[in-house]
């Protein structure tokens, strides 16, 4: 097939879909259920657009590039200018380097749109950030009178972020460069469309080892970031008819006066909204109070339900859980988590590096957090860095002729200069991560470590030393703090927390704080009960290995936290575990 690059330099209108792709009988002929073809059998178009740079409906195809992929391999190639009905911006025609004369030759795009439609048929639509060119092939097509098929769409952004984690960036160009795939054009529909194929092509084997059909390939593609809306989670009301007024209020005479959660749900039974209180009655015929200020969803509820608790701490625990599952309309907070980012270290190269990601490392590895704050976390880690002499470059390490300048000031051990002893570099490393991997406060164990070592300088005589640790300290202290409760929260020793309830001593509920985690909680039961429930909690427990809590979990950590901070409620240090007459003597102790 002749190469139609000449033609494009020239401005000329270039030859439709059909006349390229339909001589060649690669395409075979497609399955009735296209979702369960094997995804090693199907065939990919890789399709890339250029746009007058407009948005909305002022946004125009300029140049269409197709490449067919079948069994990991590219085959033919098609692209074609597509006239415009607007002039073109000199901005974009210098970005793009199409100009208005290619665009005046080039045939309008419900000549060139149909026969793209076609062959996108029963076949799937591949693309870098695919979301984009197939809003604007289907808004193209809808504009031209072109029944747009719909096809099912693989993302190479999302391929790369899938199986290929360590390319930190995922524009197209660094992306190829990343896979190895060189490039030499850039924003020009073929030369990105052919890109965009070899890099799909390069991560294909990897797509084929995790999904057997293109349905699967989808699935193991989808973001794995909750979606806005949550299995569980309301519409809002929104469709469900209001009460008229006058109407009786939900009957809410079945709700004990006893600590829990109720549920206020509309006609349709979806929840509206989610509250806690020691008194469960009273606090839900507290919204339709004469006095009080109506909220939207009030005039929505039909009915009410509850789960009740032993404590007060027991309906905190339970209404953030509830929230963050159903995200009722009517609940503002709690539905919404902070970002949290974790700093840790993989231990499968000779010479580990610190380093902040927004998730634990898998494998052989020690993760710290969650941390708040990304800017703090960093700062934190160059901190560690200096204090411990470790690594400040990337996971590759390259061997230098002569040491780095963090070497040269002596905050770094340089095993890039390759006479180190990796067993030194370790026990440097590993001194480190004991402050934040032990059954301790994390930030208290750094200050303490830091104070030992400024009277260690100053009694050696090494004053500048022992000043430049005292700021060291200062900052640390406040860097600390704003990283905030939970780096001390997480890394407390796990303790066995009794909160008892508001008016009947004798009944409360139990929670197991361990590894940083409310591991399980629950009413106070029988001993038997107890013992298993604290074994189980403890199991696989060992301290020293992991130091991270998941994200999703910082809230109710944080929460159980807090209420402890305000009420003196029992705790029992599980640390070593405790002992039937141990455990026993704590339960029927009064609190």
Request: aromatic content about 6%.
């Amino acid at each position: 097939m002749a190469d139609p690059t000449p033609a494009r330099a020239a401005g000329k209108p270039q030859p439709h879909l059909h006349s390229v792709l339909a001589a060649s009988d690669a395409w075979g002929s497609v399955p009735s259920d296209l979702l369960d073809q094997p995804l090693a059998h199907a065939e990919f178009l890789v399709v890339d657009t250029e746009t007058n740079g407009l948005a909305g409906e002022a946004c125009e195809l300029t140049e269409i590039g197709a490449v067919l992929v079948g069994g990991g391999e590219l085959h033919d190639r098609f692209e074609s200018l597509v006239g415009v009905r607007a002039p073109l911006g000199r901005g974009i025609q210098r970005f793009t380097g199409i100009t208005q004369a290619m665009v005046d030759e080039a045939p309008a795009a419900d000549a060139v749109l149909p026969e793209l439609v076609a062959h996108l048929d029963g076949r799937v639509l591949v693309g870098h950030n695919v979301a984009f060119d197939r809003r604007v092939l289907r808004q193209a097509c809808e504009r031209s009178g072109v029944a747009w098929p719909d096809p099912p769409a693989l993302c190479t952004v999302a391929l790369a972020r899938r199986f290929a984690p360590l390319a930190r960036q995922r524009r197209l160009a660094a992306l190829a460069d990343a896979l190895g795939v060189e490039v030499t054009t850039t924003h020009r529909a073929l030369a990105d469309a052919e890109t965009c194929a070899r890099v799909f092509c390069a991560l294909f084997p990897r797509l084929c080892a995790h999904a057997a059909s293109i349905r699967d390939a989808l699935g193991a593609l989808r973001p794995a970031r909750p979606a806005r809306r949550r299995a569980g989670a309301t519409d809002g009301g929104r469709f469900a008819p209001r009460r008229a007024r006058g109407t009786p209020r939900p009957d809410v005479g079945d709700l004990p006066d006893e600590p829990g959660v109720y549920l206020f749900r509309n006609a349709g039974g979806q929840v509206l909204y989610v509250g806690k209180s020691v008194a469960l009655r009273t606090r839900a015929r507290a919204h339709f109070a004469p006095s009080a200020e109506r909220a939207p969803w009030t005039g929505q509820a039909e009915s009410v339900d509850f789960q009740a608790t032993e404590s007060e701490l027991g309906a905190l625990v339970l209404e953030n859980r509830l929230v963050k599952r159903l995200a009722p309309p009517g609940n503002v907070r709690l539905k919404h988590q902070d970002r949290y980012v974790y700093l840790r270290c993989r231990l499968d190269i000779a010479y580990p590096v610190l380093e902040v990601a927004p998730a634990p490392a898998a494998g052989l590895a020690v993760s710290v957090g969650p941390l708040r704050g990304r800017a703090a976390a960093v700062e934190l880690l160059e901190q560690l860095n200096s204090l411990f002499r470790l690594r400040h470059c990337g996971r590759a390490l390259k061997l230098r002729p002569w040491a780095s300048a963090y070497g040269q000031m002596g905050r770094c051990m340089s095993p890039c200069l390759g006479d180190l002893d990796p067993n030194a570099y370790r026990r440097r490393l590993d001194e480190a991560l004991a402050l934040f991997t032990g059954r301790g406060d994390g930030a208290a164990a750094l200050l303490a470590h830091l104070d030992a070592e400024m009277h260690a300088a100053a009694a050696a005589q090494r004053y500048e030393r022992a000043a430049w640790l005292r700021r060291r300290r200062a900052r640390l202290e406040v860097l600390l703090e704003r990283l905030g409760g939970v780096l001390r929260a997480t890394h407390a020793a796990p303790v066995l927390v009794r909160a008892p309830h508001p008016s009947e001593r004798a009944r409360a509920d139990l929670f197991w704080l361990v590894g940083g985690r409310l591991a399980d909680w629950g009413p106070a039961g029988e001993l038997e009960d107890a013992l298993e429930r604290t074994a189980r909690a403890l199991r696989g427990h060992d301290g020293a290995r992991t130091a991270h809590v998941p994200a999703v979990e910082v809230d109710e950590v944080r929460i159980v936290w807090t209420w402890l901070a305000g009420h003196g409620a029992p705790q029992l240090t599980l640390d070593p575990p405790p002992d039937r007459a141990r455990l026993a003597a704590f339960l029927s102790a009064s609190p």
